[in-house]
């Protein structure tokens, strides 16, 4: 596996109950590349995701990741390739204390006692949370729940870090925070969201799925600024973009360069100027 | 409604109780599964008019609580639970089981209300033990504990799913409570039909989530096989202090009653 590419071709999802959730969906994701996935609730973006470490198999069309065509045989090691973030953390953690479900994926693997022993102390310095690793899961708070869930991935050392919606509710520290952990990051990653202010900050490129099809794919500004494409797929402008009513009343587009947010800050802008 | 939430965060705390470090704590979880085996061994083998012999089987649950540094009144009130269930099998004794046993001034008391009372002190005395072993052990220890014994691993692996299900469970219908009490407006509720379809939705909701769940294990390569990660606890020296201790002790208890025993040595009137 020397390039670390996800490419879906023509791929085309329908549900038991005959809902065409993904129509023809086609991208190439290199090496390295960090790409947001957005769309309106129900535009097929967590069905997409399911289907990149196999969880659901595609109705026609393919999944290449790396060099293997995803099938039966490929599915083991595409599923370590692939770390896979729900967007319930509550759904991914279900051992008994946090150490233990970081190293639930280790053991699956079958490496010996110490080498698991590093993995999941590193998986948890990297989220910030070593100190939460004898504590059973759920009595951590949502963003402490979304770091450890982060936390069970990277213990299996995947090359493609994929997260559904990873901001949704979590209050603006932890979003902060998470946001933060996710820029250090040197993993190909690929984002699904409707936090377009997160995408902004996160992913270079875009793709905008709507009904299932993808509307459009390209630099996450280019795409943020063509305002018809958003409302056509039921999406807003992230407030980073958007002319401050308190400060322009006219309306008139304050940012059409790179959003200028430094990292420790949680509003767009403060109102000091 | 806060009563579904309140008992639910309480059930919660029994696990937390188990992270606590105290000697009996970091006891091998296996000796105390097998002592606390023993124990309620011991005491449902007594005979059923059979009270005062088992009172003092009460210092196992009072010594491992003051060591365990375990709150009295939760684990009295998580005791209290069983209560209900015991006597709605004891007081079918008094009804069938008129025998004379014994006399108090010109009162008869049946065999049936004795043998209602055993029942109580047993069941009260097996669930302190079975409370405060989770307390300081804590569930998925107990299921490791049973698997290093030969139990089965599949049946392992089962009740600790099972006890994963179980939080999964009440955490759904905490939820769909609430939503239902805030569309009833605090009424007492909308009749047994809408219960039906309520603890239909309930299912249904938690068959998604373990369905999910799966989906999150299957995610990170599991084979059907939890592996454990084997901490570093061996069965040493304090483990087999505790439990030849105790059992020994069970034993004696067992054999020979001691309450009357005492009442001997004070009267005279040893057997
Ligand atoms: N298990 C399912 N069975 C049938 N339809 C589903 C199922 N899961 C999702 N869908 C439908 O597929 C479409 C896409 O859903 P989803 O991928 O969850 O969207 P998103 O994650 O973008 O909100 C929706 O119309 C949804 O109702
Ligand atoms: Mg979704």
């Given at each position: 596996m020397s390039h670390h590419i996800v490419h879906v071709k023509n791929l085309q999802h329908t549900y038991p109950d005959e809902t065409v959730a993904l129509r023809d969906v086609s991208f190439l994701i290199h090496h390295g590349e960090?790409?947001?996935?957005i769309g309106a609730n129900g535009a097929g973006k967590s069905t997409l995701l399911l289907h990149l470490n196999g969880y659901l198999s595609a109705t026609s069309g393919e999944?290449?990741?790396?060099?293997?065509q995803l099938s039966k045989e490929t599915l083991p090691e595409i599923r370590r390739t692939v770390g896979m973030v729900f967007q319930d953390p509550e759904d991914q953690l279900f051992m008994p204390t946090v150490y233990d479900d970081v190293a639930f994926g280790p053991l699956n693997l079958g490496l010996d006692p110490d080498e698991v022993e590093t993995r999941v102390m590193e998986a948890l310095q990297r989220v910030e949370a070593v100190e939460l690793r004898n504590k059973p899961p759920y009595h951590l708070s949502g963003g402490e729940k979304k770091r450890v869930a982060i936390a069970t991935v990277l213990s299996m050392l995947p090359e493609i870090l994929v997260l559904d919606e990873p901001t949704n509710g979590l209050d603006p520290q932890a979003r902060r925070q998470l946001i933060a952990?996710?820029?250090?990051f040197h993993h190909t990653r690929i984002v699904t969201s409707h936090d377009l202010d997160m995408v902004l900050e996160l992913c270079e490129r875009t793709i905008v799925l709507h009904e299932g099809k993808v509307m459009a794919d390209g630099p996450t500004l280019d795409i943020f600024n063509n305002e018809e494409l958003l409302k056509t797929c039921r999406l807003e402008k992230p407030f980073a973009m958007q002319a401050c009513p308190v400060c322009s009343p006219d309306k008139r587009p304050l940012v059409s360069q790179p959003p200028l947010v430094p990292p420790h800050s949680n509003k767009p802008h403060d109102h000091e100027h | 409604m806060l009563a579904i939430d309140g008992s639910f965060l309480d059930f919660k705390q029994l696990d937390l109780l188990a992270l606590r470090q105290t000697p009996v704590h970091r006891l091998d979880s296996r000796a105390k599964v097998l002592t606390t085996l023993c124990f309620t061994i011991c005491v449902v083998s007594f005979d059923r008019y059979q009270i005062s012999a088992m009172l003092p089987f009460l210092i196992y649950p009072a010594v491992l609580m003051a060591i365990g540094d375990l709150p009295f009144g939760y684990i009295m009130r998580k005791i209290v639970i069983v209560i209900p269930f015991a006597l709605m099998i004891?007081?079918?004794?008094?009804i069938f089981d008129r025998q004379v046993l014994m006399q108090i001034g010109s009162l008869d008391i049946w065999g049936g209300w004795i043998s209602c009372i055993s029942i109580l002190v047993r069941a009260i005395l097996t669930a302190s033990a079975a409370i405060i072993l989770v307390a300081i052990t804590g569930f998925p220890a107990i299921c490791e504990a049973l698997e290093k014994l030969k139990m089965p691993q599949t049946f392992a692996?089962?009740?600790l799913f099972l006890y994963r299900y179980i939080f999964v469970l009440t955490d759904?219908?905490?939820?769909?409570?609430?939503?239902?009490q805030l569309r009833t407006f605090g009424k007492r509720g909308l009749g047994i039909r809408h219960f039906g379809s309520l603890v239909g939705h309930l299912l249904l909701r938690t068959?998604?989530?373990?369905?999910?769940?799966?989906?999150a294990m299957l995610a990170r390569g599991f084979a059907g096989e939890v592996h454990s990660t084997r901490r570093q606890s061996h069965f040493g020296r304090a483990e087999l202090l505790f439990m030849s201790g105790w059992i020994s002790l069970f034993i004696l208890l067992r054999l020979y009653n001691a309450p009357q025993l005492l009442g001997g040595l004070f009267t005279g009137t040893l057997p």
């Open positions: 960090s790409v947001g996935i999944i290449i990741i790396g060099d293997d952990l996710l820029q250090a | 004891g007081l079918f004794n008094p692996v089962q009740l759904e219908g905490v939820r769909t409570a609430r939503a239902r068959w998604e989530r373990a369905e999910r769940i799966h989906m």
